[in-house]
T-cell receptor, first 113, second 114 residues
Framework: GEDVEQSLFLSVREGDSSVINCTYTDSSSTYLYWYKQEPGAGLQLLTY?????DMKQDQRLTVLLNKKDKHLSLRIADTQTGDSAIYFCAEIPIYNQGGKLIFGQGTELSVKP | DVKVTQSSRYLVKRTGEKVFLECVQDMDHENMFWYRQDPGLGLRLIYFSYDVKMKEKGDIPEGYSVSREKKERFSLILESASTNQTSMYLC?????????????FGEGSRLTVL
């Protein structure tokens, strides 16, 4: 079945790099996403990657995709206190009715000054 | 800017009460979704709708129903609230299936059932 797994917590010091990991089970997924949820708010799309790409970079964010291992990661360079949030990995399996997103449990990133 | 508005940020209800959660969007999006968010479980899809008067069950529809009489409004109904429905409820919209996976979320409605 469809499943997306993330670790629940990550703590880093300000200025360090953060790496948030995600594994998924459906190799047919065409899109993989990272969403960010700040305290008291809904989710916002942070970045996404097509399944035919290995890497995508956008300013401080780097997304790496290892299709063989079904592993997705989000690296945040020079992590700031404003990056403290919950980060969700999500996929759309190609056969999924209606293109529903399957979300992971969310990783709570805590950035200490 | 895309705007998804959930009418109630915080609600406290008693077991057995009927609860309405309202979601309104101003982007003319076809697809609307209701998720619940619980710590350690992520987001789980309750119901979604592709168009007016259309609805599809998500992964956890038991104990819930929905209504979409107008394109801009998608309501989640708890016919008889129970304590295990205490949760954060998130409404989301998307232009259509061709719009990829970007969902636009409301700020959430935190429901406590006593």
């Amino acid at each position: 079945g469809e499943d997306v797994e993330q670790s629940l917590f990550l703590s880093v010091r300000e200025g360090d790099s953060s790496v948030i990991n995600c594994t998924y089970t459906d190799s047919s997924s065409t899109y993989l996403y990272w969403y960010k949820q700040e305290p008291g708010a809904g989710l916002q799309l942070l970045t996404y990657i097509f399944s035919n790409m290995d890497m995508k970079q956008d300013q401080r964010l780097t997304v790496l995709l290892n299709k063989k291992d079904k592993h997705l990661s989000l690296r945040i360079a020079d992590t700031q206190t404003g990056d403290s949030a919950i980060y969700f990995c999500a996929e759309i399996p190609i056969y999924n009715q209606g293109g529903k997103l399957i979300f992971g449990q969310g990783t709570e990133l805590s950035v200490k000054p | 800017d895309v705007k998804v508005t959930q009418s109630s940020r915080y609600l406290v209800k008693r077991t057995g009460e009927k609860v309405f959660l309202e979601c309104v969007q101003d982007m003319d999006h076809e697809n609307m979704f209701w998720y619940r968010q619980d710590p350690g479980l992520g987001l789980r899809l309750i119901y979604f709708s592709y168009d007016v008067k259309m609805k599809e069950k998500g992964d956890i529809p038991e104990g819930y129903s929905v209504s979409r009489e107008k394109k801009e409004r998608f309501s989640l109904i708890l016919e008889s609230a129970s304590t295990n429905q205490t949760s954060m409820y998130l409404c989301a919209t998307r232009p259509g299936l061709a719009g990829g996976g970007e969902l636009f979320f409301g700020e959430g409605s935190r429901l406590t059932v006593l």
